[in-house]
């Protein structure tokens, strides 16, 4: 049986992206909910990591965009990581 190129890809994907336990962001759900709620509320989870991690999310979708935690557009990061 041969390995299609998405599976490969995802296989890679896999070596460097490691899964997050919900026990290290679920304090923040209520906050990250109240934050993006009326926006997207399927988005908590990623509002949630970010504050877990006190960090910015990499985004293109404007859902995130004014919800009291920086975010950075694809075009932002290329620059950043090409300096």
């Given at each position: ?71 950075w557009n694809s075009q ?8």
């Amino acid at each position: 049986m041969s390995i299609s190129p998405f599976s490969k890809e995802i296989l890679q994907l896999q070596e460097v992206v490691n899964p997050i336990s919900e026990e290290l962001y679920i304090q923040y759900k209520n906050e990250a909910q109240r934050r993006i709620n009326a926006r997207d509320p399927n988005d908590w989870e990623v509002v949630a990591l970010a504050m877990s991690f006190d960090c910015p999310i990499w985004t293109e979708d404007k859902d995130f965009f004014g919800i009291g935690i920086a975010t950075w557009n694809s075009q932002n990061v290329e620059i950043y990581l090409s300096s």
